[in-house]
C-alpha cells in the first residue's frame, strides 16, 4: 500500500465522494419479506479468532479511510462528556460512555458496508461507507437503528431512576463529593451493583437483536422482522460463542475508551469489520 501526498490523497476522496453521492436516490426501495428465513450456522471460538483477524486485515488494507471516518467517534464522546460536565449530569457522564455499546451495532454501518463491498472485490474508498443509503433495505436499516437508539434512550432514563432511587433526587455539588457518595458509601455500591446489572440487561436484548442483523440488512433483500429474527436465531444456537463476541466487543470497547476516547479510532474499525466476517460464519449465504 503506498503512502500519497496529502494533496493526492484529498483529491481521490472527493471524486469518491461524488462517485458515492450517486447512490443516495437509490435509498427508500420497499424490501419484500424473504420466502424462506435465512439459514443459522453454529460457529466456535475459533470462528470469532477468524472474523477479528479478517477485521484486522480490512482495517489494515483501508486504514487511512476508516481512520477519516471514525475520528468522528471520539469528538462525538468528548462532546457528549462536555455536556455533561455540570454538576447536575454529572451521573449521566458514565452511562453515557457505557451506553455507546447499545448503538455501536449502528456507529459500524459503513464499516459493514466496506467490508462487503471488499469481499466483493470492488474498490473501496471512505466515501463508501456511505453507500448503504443506496441499499434497497435502507428503510429497515434506519428502522432498526431508531430502536437502537429507543434502548439507548431508555438506558439513560434506567441510570437517572437508579441514580435517585440510591442517591436522591439532590443533584452532585461537585466532582468530589460525587465520587465520595458513590465509592464510600453503601448508597452508592448500591447504584454500582443495580446499575452493572440493569445495563447488562440492555446489552445482552442489544447483542442479540444486532448481532447480525445490521450485515443481514445490507447483504440481503429482508425486512426489519426478518433481520431481527435471524439475529434471534443465531444468538439461541450459538449461545455460547456470541456471549464471548459480546465480551470481547465489551472489553474493546473499554480500552478504546481509556485515552480521552481516541483508541475508538481504531478499534471501532477493527470490531466493525470483523462483525461482517462474524456474520458471514454465523448465517449460511
Same mark, same amino acid.
Given at each position: 500500500?503506498?503512502?500519497?501526498?496529502?494533496?493526492?490523497?484529498?483529491?481521490?476522496?472527493?471524486?469518491?465522494?461524488?462517485?458515492?453521492?450517486?447512490? @443516495?436516490?437509490?435509498?427508500? =426501495?420497499?424490501?419484500?419479506?424473504?420466502?424462506?428465513?435465512?439459514? $443459522?450456522?453454529?460457529?466456535?471460538?475459533?470462528?470469532?479468532?477468524?472474523?477479528?483477524?479478517?477485521?484486522?486485515?480490512?482495517? *489494515?488494507?483501508?486504514?487511512?479511510?476508516?481512520?477519516?471516518?471514525?475520528?468522528?467517534?471520539?469528538? @462525538?464522546?468528548?462532546?457528549?462528556?462536555?455536556?455533561?460536565?455540570?454538576?447536575? *449530569?454529572?451521573?449521566?457522564?458514565?452511562?453515557?460512555?457505557?451506553?455507546?455499546?447499545?448503538? #455501536?451495532?449502528?456507529?459500524?454501518?459503513?464499516?459493514?458496508?466496506?467490508?462487503?463491498?471488499?469481499?466483493?472485490?470492488?474498490?473501496?474508498?471512505?466515501?463508501?461507507?456511505?453507500?448503504?443509503?443506496?441499499?434497497?433495505?435502507?428503510?429497515?436499516?434506519?428502522?432498526?437503528?431508531?430502536?437502537?437508539?429507543?434502548?439507548?434512550?431508555?438506558?439513560? $432514563?434506567?441510570? &437517572?431512576?437508579?441514580?435517585?432511587?440510591?442517591?436522591?433526587?439532590?443533584?452532585?455539588?461537585?466532582?468530589?463529593?460525587?465520587?465520595?457518595?458513590?465509592?464510600?458509601?453503601?448508597?452508592?455500591?448500591?447504584?454500582?451493583?443495580?446499575?452493572?446489572?440493569?445495563?447488562?440487561?440492555?446489552?445482552? +436484548?442489544?447483542? &442479540?437483536?444486532?448481532?447480525?442483523?445490521? !450485515?443481514?440488512?445490507?447483504?440481503?433483500?429482508?425486512?426489519?422482522?426478518?433481520?431481527?429474527?435471524?439475529?434471534?436465531? @443465531?444468538?439461541?444456537?450459538? !449461545?455460547?460463542?456470541?456471549? +464471548?463476541?459480546?465480551?470481547?466487543?465489551?472489553?474493546?470497547? @473499554?480500552?478504546?475508551?481509556?485515552?480521552?476516547?481516541? #483508541?475508538?479510532?481504531?478499534?471501532? !474499525?477493527?470490531?466493525?469489520?470483523?462483525?461482517? =466476517?462474524?456474520?458471514?460464519?454465523?448465517?449460511?449465504?
Amino acid at each position: 500500500m503506498a503512502i500519497r501526498n496529502p494533496i493526492e490523497w484529498s483529491v481521490d476522496q472527493f471524486r469518491l465522494a461524488a462517485v458515492a453521492a450517486g447512490s @443516495v436516490g437509490r435509498a427508500g =426501495h420497499r424490501v419484500a419479506a424473504p420466502a424462506t428465513p435465512p439459514r $443459522v450456522r453454529h460457529i466456535a471460538a475459533a470462528d470469532l479468532v477468524e472474523a477479528v483477524q479478517r477485521g484486522l486485515d480490512d482495517f *489494515m488494507a483501508y486504514r487511512s479511510d476508516v481512520i477519516f471516518l471514525c475520528l468522528i467517534y471520539p469528538v @462525538v464522546g468528548l462532546v457528549l462528556a462536555r455536556l455533561a460536565s455540570g454538576y447536575a *449530569m454529572l451521573p449521566l457522564i458514565f452511562p453515557l460512555a457505557s451506553g455507546f455499546a447499545l448503538i #455501536g451495532p449502528l456507529a459500524a454501518i459503513g464499516l459493514y458496508e466496506m467490508s462487503r463491498r471488499r469481499e466483493a472485490g470492488a474498490p473501496i474508498g471512505w466515501p463508501d461507507a456511505f453507500g448503504v443509503v443506496g441499499s434497497r433495505s435502507f428503510g429497515a436499516i434506519v428502522a432498526l437503528g431508531v430502536l437502537l437508539i429507543a434502548i439507548f434512550a431508555l438506558w439513560l $432514563v434506567a441510570a &437517572a431512576l437508579i441514580y435517585r432511587a440510591t442517591l436522591g433526587p439532590a443533584p452532585p455539588s461537585g466532582v468530589v463529593p460525587f465520587l465520595h457518595d458513590v465509592f464510600a458509601t453503601p448508597q452508592g455500591w448500591a447504584m454500582i451493583g443495580i446499575g452493572i446489572g440493569v445495563g447488562f440487561l440492555f446489552a445482552c +436484548l442489544v447483542l &442479540a437483536i444486532s448481532v447480525v442483523s445490521f !450485515p443481514l440488512l445490507l447483504d440481503r433483500d429482508v425486512g426489519f422482522a426478518a433481520a431481527i429474527a435471524t439475529s434471534l436465531r @443465531v444468538t439461541a444456537a450459538n !449461545p455460547g460463542p456470541i456471549a +464471548l463476541w459480546g465480551l470481547i466487543v465489551a472489553v474493546g470497547l @473499554v480500552v478504546g475508551s481509556i485515552p480521552l476516547l481516541f #483508541g475508538l479510532v481504531f478499534v471501532m !474499525p477493527i470490531l466493525g469489520h470483523a462483525s461482517w =466476517h462474524l456474520y458471514r460464519r454465523a448465517v449460511a449465504r
